[in-house]
DNA sequence: ATAGGGTTAG
């Protein structure tokens, strides 16, 4: 019974296996010969675009209004061609032979420029020094526009246009830069072109003032300063962090609709908002589209690829990034290696991120940090302890540079691999050091490893001794704290933290409310639910109307369903699964079997449960992975009770069925493999533990069928 | 940070 909790709540497990709904590679050709095609078919389309409808009509748009969007330019192709696969493209092309693109008479509009914005030379200004200690007199300054005043009262110098930019280019926060600019602008002095802009810009976007920096493009416009490429990828950029993509994305349409062509650095600025937006076949279409163009791109580009390719886990995707460096001749740095890593790690990959950081040292460069942050996350998430320990022993003896961040990872490792010792030595370490005392992170991560493991008493511990060292308790922690006490039926302390953990400023969330439920499904009824229920009541009212709801047995199913739904529909997508698998453990240990049921069939209906079940002709499948010990059970009723309406029909049956549990490669959720083989057993069920995979459960029709005509003799006539 | 783009913990 121990087991349900960790199986219901085991987070990381969900999340892990919830890439399989990530999108495959749409691209499965060999990458140069996609590009040809890619490339032959945004010329024909390109020629065929009219103009653009909507014409700029500010200041700028005057000389070159003819030119389309590029998103006009890429729209018939993302709509009519690159959705669909390359067997639908490869008769189109070839009933096409007449396509313009043959014809070598007509330029490929180039889509980027290939110089890079020229910077003006700077040159020697003797007053450097007296200036640099004037700026850093206003960055000193009392922010209040009397104080910014009376100080502006002693420049040192004439404000030139050059000292002016010097001064403007040192102030920060941005309030002081834009007061600067602003103070400029009423003395008159000269005008101020597009470098005060961008140099202003650039200040507003480090306080991601999207607004301010709006209105001072809207301003050039009125005025008729010009907007270059670096004033477009200040804004761009910015509405990237402000995550406002839509803004960005109009941005760069309006500088082409103007007639600049972006330079590199604008293009891969943009290349990263596609990606932002998840849009793969605008990027892939830029991205070969300015290949077309003659773009070397450079390890800043195969950056933005490499991790649009491992938010969407794709391992091809990562695979043709790197087979396009190497065409491209560009050395990946590493930032690039870096990216990659994480990439690899988030396509799931462990094997080949592994080799790819071998590469990376191979190649005399020395990992940072951040790439053994990322290695260190993926070993653990892996459970890959033998990698783990090795690279931490490489840290050590190659003394490879450590912050906080990397110790904090270690610890989380730890939790998943269970490394106890480990995390307490390292734990103390920070303990030691200056710069990397425990912070809040570094707590949570101890009170997973504690709580994982069950080791209660120690987890208390650090709970007492946090507020002590002055480190708040966060949300996960409590969480682990409480799925600790709660597997170890400590109904009283797991109170009194919930209590106190509220007190000291946690606001519950989904993910401790799901494992509210999973305890209550441990508790007796009576004295202890009541407990659990006053935690939950404080968390999440509704979820405990809900759970009475489940035992009336009068509640309509209609009734449950839409109760059911209005819950989810508050509850975060990654909480959804657990919740219902906990209502599922809840409804079995109460002994209403039926109610179960209903919450299964409403779990799939809803979409939660997807691919549970599996069949081909030879074999029917049941993936129980991503279920409860409770709901597993549930689901494995529900199969059988439907192949056995099956085998009533005499319908066709194939020779194999299996249900898969999964091994559990987590040390402390190991569960369901063992509680589902028992179960198999005291049903007496002719399942039995496929020898050559770990957690799949396989059964013939034969031996099913006569089981089933040995259970219920009355049906099997 | 020296007018612009990329990596950065659960």
Redesign the pocket.
Known sequence: MAASVSTALD??FTITHSSDTKKPFLFSLPPRQQSTKRFTILCKSSTNTKSSPDVATDAEAGPLPQNPSLSDQLKPLSLNLLSKTKENQQPQLHSKPNSTWVNPSRPKRSVLSLQ?????S?SYNPQLRDL?LF?QKLNDCEPSEIALSAALQEIPHPPTRDNA??IL??????QK?LFFFNWLKTQNLFPL???F???T???L??GREYQLIEDLSREMIDTGVEL???????I???A??CNLLDKAVEWFERMYKTGLM????????VL?VYAKLEKVEEVLTLYERGRASGWK????????LG?MFGEAGDYDGIRYVLQEMKSVGVEP????Y??LL?AMGKAGKPGLARSLFEEMVASGLTP????L??LV?IY??ARWSRDALQLWESMRSNKWPMD??????L??MCA?LGLEEEAEKLFDDMKQSEECRP????Y??MLNVYGSGGKVEKAMELFEEMPESGVEL????C?CLIQCLGRARKIDDLVRVFSVSIKRGIVPDDRLCGCLLSVLSLCEEGEEVDKVFACLEKANPKLVSFVKLLGHGEASFDKIKEELRLILNETVVEARRPFVNCLIDVCRSRNIPERAHELLYLGTLYGLYPGLHNKTAQEWSLNLRSLSVGAAYTAFEEWMGAVSKVVERQEALPELFSAHTGAGTHKFAQGLANEFGSHLKELAAPFKQSEEKAGCYVATREDLISWFQSRVPSVAC
Do not use: Q
Request: proline residues 4%; glycine residues 2%; positive net charge.
């Open positions: 987070f990381h890079r914005h020229k910077r003006s700077r640099k700026s930019l010097l280019n040192r102030l920060k926060p941005w830069t072109e597009t470098i802009y961008n140099v810009m650039k200040s976007r480090f270059d490429n670096i004033t477009y990828s200040t761009i950029s910015c990237k962090r972006p330079d590199e650095i604008t293009y891969s600025a990263d791109p450079d390890p800043v580009a195969f950056c933005v991790r740095n590493l930032v690039v870096n990216t994480e940072t940090e951040k790439t942050t990322a996350k653990g998430k906080f961040i990397l110790y904090n990872t610890l989380s998943d912070d809040s992170w570094s949570t991560a966060n949300v996960m922690g969480t």
